[in-house]
């Protein structure tokens, strides 16, 4: 086997190991905030959506899934734009408590 086929099967791995493992996080936050073990309006939860999605971005790109891909650059937006809004409401919080 050839170098250049020894990398793209690597390549190939990682990419579909960042989609599994995206699919995961979003599943996974999904099901702790369905089960009351995470707050939806909480940091973590974002964190995860955000972090899920980057991955599934990286990997419907790679194959050119090109409206799963825009879908997961969408719930990246919502989810930094969220946690922005969290932080600058707790920030908030502190000025008024100090």
Do not use: H
């Not at 973590?44 to 959506?49: I, K, R, T, W």
């Amino acid at each position: 086997m050839e170098a250049e086929n020894i990398v793209n099967i690597l390549m190939k791995l990682l990419i579909d190991i960042l989609g599994w493992s995206g699919a995961l996080l979003l599943l996974g936050a999904y099901a702790c905030v369905s089960f009351r073990k995470m707050r939806a309006d909480g940091g973590p939860y974002q964190f995860l959506n955000g972090l899920g999605s980057c991955f599934l971005v990286i990997n419907t790109v790679y194959y050119r899934a090109f409206p799963s891909a825009f879908v997961n650059v969408i719930w990246i937006a919502i989810a930094v734009s969220a946690a922005l809004r969290m932080r600058g409401q707790a920030s908030n919080a502190m000025r008024a408590d100090g």
